[in-house]
């Protein structure tokens, strides 16, 4: 759902220091919000507030969130915000170099795999511009 962020209350919170959220910022300006924030039935913030401050010092109005049921209780909204946050795993190394190794390859295609898909790009344009000269008639 959709809400006004000046709508979203923020109460007490267990995390205190919400870090360098520059990085963050930047993720939601060229990605979007990847994954909403949480946030109970009376618009209070359950889970996401460094994605909701990101948000914010974007000068975004409105932000998408998870609205929960009005019959979840504070113990299970402390749950949620403890689980949300305890149970993150950071890539291994090995893994983030795999991982922009992978970027790397689709970014950087090998000479040949180029030549092929511009050797497709070619053909394809002119088949279209076959289709076209049909559709006119």
Do not use: W
């Amino acid at each position: 759902m959709i809400i006004k962020i000046e709508d979203i209350k923020v109460k007490k919170r267990v995390r205190k220091d919400l870090g360098d959220i520059d990085s963050l910022k930047e993720s939601i300006r060229l990605y979007g919000l990847l994954n909403p924030i949480t946030i109970n039935a009376d618009h209070e913030l359950v889970a996401g507030e460094r994605r909701l401050e990101a948000c914010k010092a974007l000068g975004m109005e409105r932000i998408n969130a998870v609205v929960l049921d009005a019959n979840v209780d504070k113990i299970k909204q402390l749950e949620i915000e403890l689980e949300e946050n305890n149970q993150r795993k950071e890539f291994s190394d090995e893994e983030l170099l795999e991982g922009y190794e992978r970027l790397e390859r689709l970014r950087n295609p090998p000479l040949i795999l180029r030549i092929l898909k511009a050797i497709a790009r070619f053909f394809l344009a002119i088949i279209e511009g076959i289709r076209k000269l049909f559709n006119k008639k």
